[in-house]
C-alpha cells in the first residue's frame, strides 16, 4: 500500500466481506494495521483523521472502527462521539488504540464515549486481530439475518404479482385485456422477481443470477 494515497483508501470487496475502517494520522501505523488484519480478507477503508472517519461512517456501514486517541484536529474521544450521534450506523464498534499509557482516566473517556475496547500500543497483533475477527463475524451474521428478513416480503410481492396475471386469461379471452394491464402486470412480476434474485445473490446463493444473464443474453440474440 502506497502512504501517498492512504488517505480515504478502500480495498475491492466482495458481497460477503465487511468493510472495517481505521483511523490514525500517522501512515506508518496505518501500515502496522493493515499488516495485521489483510489476513482477515475483509475490506479495510484508512483515514488519517476524526473528521474523515466521520465522514467515512456517516457515507458506509462497518463492522467495527480502529480508533487512535490523539490525534490533530478532532481527537479519537470526539470523533467516537460523533459517530455515535450521527453515524449510519451509531451501534457500530469502535476499538480505542492509544500510545498514551493505560491511564484509567483516558480508558474512562473511552467507554463513556462508546468504545468496547481500549487497547495501549504497544499491543499484541494476535490479540487484536482476535479480537477484529470477532466483531467482524458478528457483523455478517447479523447482516445474513437481516437479509433473510426480508425474503418472506420480496415472496408476497411475487405471489401478489403472480395473482395479478392469473385473471389475464380470461381478460384475453372476453377482449378486455388492454397491453396497458399486461404490462404492468409482468413489470410487477419482473421487479419483485428481480429483487429476489439480488437478495439471494447477497446471501451467496449460486445461480442466483443465472436467469437473468440468461434473459440478456436471449434479448442480445434477438
Request: charged share 20%; glycine share 10%; proline share 3%.
Amino acid at each position: 500500500m502506497a502512504t501517498a494515497g492512504i488517505t480515504n483508501v478502500a480495498r475491492s470487496a466482495v458481497a460477503d466481506q465487511a468493510k472495517i475502517l481505521l483511523v490514525d494520522d500517522r501512515a506508518e501505523n496505518l501500515l502496522a494495521l493493515e499488516a495485521i488484519l489483510s489476513s482477515l480478507d475483509q475490506e479495510l477503508v484508512f483515514v488519517r483523521s476524526g473528521e474523515a472517519a466521520v465522514e467515512a461512517a456517516l457515507a458506509d456501514e462497518f463492522a467495527v472502527i480502529l480508533l487512535d486517541v490523539v490525534m490533530p484536529g478532532m481527537d479519537g474521544f470526539e470523533t467516537a462521539g460523533q459517530i455515535k450521534q450521527h453515524g449510519r450506523v451509531p451501534d457500530v464498534p469502535i476499538i480505542f488504540l492509544t500510545a498514551a499509557g493505560a491511564d484509567p482516566e483516558l480508558a474512562f473517556r473511552g467507554y463513556a464515549a462508546g468504545a468496547v475496547d481500549y487497547i495501549s500500543k504497544p499491543f499484541d497483533p494476535w490479540v487484536l486481530r482476535a479480537k477484529v475477527s470477532v466483531f467482524v463475524d458478528l457483523y455478517l451474521k447479523e447482516r445474513q439475518l437481516r437479509v433473510v428478513s426480508d425474503l418472506s416480503s420480496l415472496l408476497s410481492a411475487i405471489e401478489e404479482a403472480a395473482a395479478g396475471l392469473a385473471g389475464l386469461p380470461a381478460a384475453l379471452a372476453s377482449g378486455a385485456l388492454t397491453d396497458t394491464a399486461l404490462t404492468d402486470g409482468l413489470t410487477r412480476l419482473d421487479g419483485a422477481i428481480a429483487t429476489l434474485r439480488s437478495t439471494l445473490s447477497g446471501l451467496g446463493v449460486e445461480g442466483a443470477g443465472s436467469a437473468e444473464g440468461a434473459e440478456g443474453a436471449e434479448a442480445k440474440t434477438d
